[in-house]
C-alpha cells in the first residue's frame, strides 16, 4: 500500500507581510502532479492546513480547490487539524465528505474509528489523532486513576493511543501533529519550552506514523534494523530564513513486505534565501549576473545583510527595483554588533513566555523544571494571555 504524505501546509499564511498564497496555489499544483505520477492510495494531511484557526475566505477557498482536483484523482484523502487549526472548522462536513473519499479528522473525544483499507497483503487500518493537549485528553477520561496518570504530552499521547482498539493481524497507520522529542526545529514553529515534547515509545504500536508540526522533513523513529517508523515530511515550502537550507519534499511511504520510504522533492515558485555584502555590490551589474549564473533567481524572497559602516538612505526601497520580493534588510557591520543590549532585547522579544521562564528557572535553580512543574506553569500563562485578549 503506497501513502504520500505531507503536511504543515500553513494555507493563508504571510511571511515578513508577504502572503504566501500565490506559492502555495503553486506548490499545490506540484503535489497534485505527483499523485498523479505516484498513484498512492491515499494521501495523508499531517496538521496545520490552514495557517490561523480562522482562516481567511481566499485560504479556505485554496484548500477546497486542493481537496476537489485530489478526491477527482480517485485517491483517499485524510485531513487532519493541527495546533494552528481550529479542530472543529477541519471537522465540519466531514460525514458529508467521506462519501467521496476525503476523511476529515472528528474533534477529539477519546474515541477512535479507523478507515480500512485492503491490499494485497491484507488490512490496513488507518488512525487520526488530531492535535491535543493533556487538558483535552484528561477531559474525556472517566476515572481519577487515569486522569492523574496524564502528567505531561507523552503521558496524554499513550492514554489517547491506549483508547484505540486494534485488531489483531492488521497493520497500522497513525497521523498525527505533536512534538517527538529530538526533532530539529525552525524558527518558523511554535515552540512552548518543550513543554509539548512526546517521547517516539508511545507510537511502538504503529507500521508508520505521518508526523506533522515540525518544519524540516526528518525521520524520528526507527527500527534497529533502520527501518524508519515515525517521520516529519516536513512544509511544502520554506516559511521563514531558518529553513532556506531545506530541500523540501512529499514523503512516498510503500508499506509492503518491508516498509519503503522516500521523497519527492518539491521546486517552489519562488526560492528563500540571503544576501549579504556592501550595497554598492548587491546593485552591481557584476553581482547579478553572479546570482544568475548560479541559478539563483533575482525575484526569490531575499533577506539581505548589508555590511555598509553607515545606513544607505532608502536601501529598501532602492534594492526592491533590483530584488521585487525582498523580505527583510538588516546590517552586520561594526556598529551592530557592539550592540549587544539591543540584540538581546530582540531575542527576547522573540521568545514565548514559556521560554523565558525555563530560561529564569534553570538560571535560579540550576535545573530543568519536571513535567508537573512545566504543565502547571503553562497553565499560568495561558490564565494570563487568556484574559489579555
Known sequence: MKFLHLADLHIGKRVCEHSMLDEQVYILREILGIVCEEHPDAVLIAGDVYDKSVPSAEAVAVLDDFLVKLSATGTKVFVLSGNHDSAERIAFGGRLMKGMGVYMSPVYNGEFAPVTLKDEMGEVDLWMLPFVRPADVRAHLESDEDRDAVTDYTSAMRMAIAQMKFTEGRRNVLVAHQFVTGAERSESEENVGGLDNVDA?????????????????????KDADGTVRARYSGTPLKYSLSEAAHAKSVTVVELGAALQVREVPLKPLHDVREIRG????????????????A???????????????????????????????????????????????????????????????????????????????????????????????
Do not use: C
Open 201 to 221: 515509545s508511545v507510537f511502538e504500536k504503529f507500521d508508520y506514523v505521518a508526523l506533522g508540526h515540525i518544519h524540516k522533513p526528518q525521520n524520528v523513529a
Open 278 to 293: 556592501t550595497f554598492a555590490e548587491l546593485v552591481s551589474p557584476e553581482f547579478r549576473t553572479a546570482q544568475v549564473a
Open 295 to 389: 541559478g539563483n533567481k533575482l525575484d526569490d524572497f531575499v533577506y539581505v545583510k548589508l555590511t555598509d559602516e553607515n545606513d544607505v538612505p532608502d536601501a529598501a526601497q532602492k534594492l526592491r527595483g533590483i530584488y521585487p520580493n525582498l523580505m527583510m534588510l538588516d546590517y552586520d557591520n561594526e556598529r551592530t554588533r557592539n550592540q549587544q543590549i539591543a540584540v538581546g532585547v530582540e531575542a527576547v522579544e522573540k521568545k514565548s513566555p514559556m521560554q523565558l521562564f525555563g530560561e529564569f528557572f534553570e538560571e535560579m535553580t540550576r535545573r530543568e523544571m519536571n513535567p508537573e512543574e512545566l504543565e502547571f506553569v503553562q497553565g499560568v500563562v495561558d490564565g494570563i494571555w487568556e484574559g489579555e485578549r
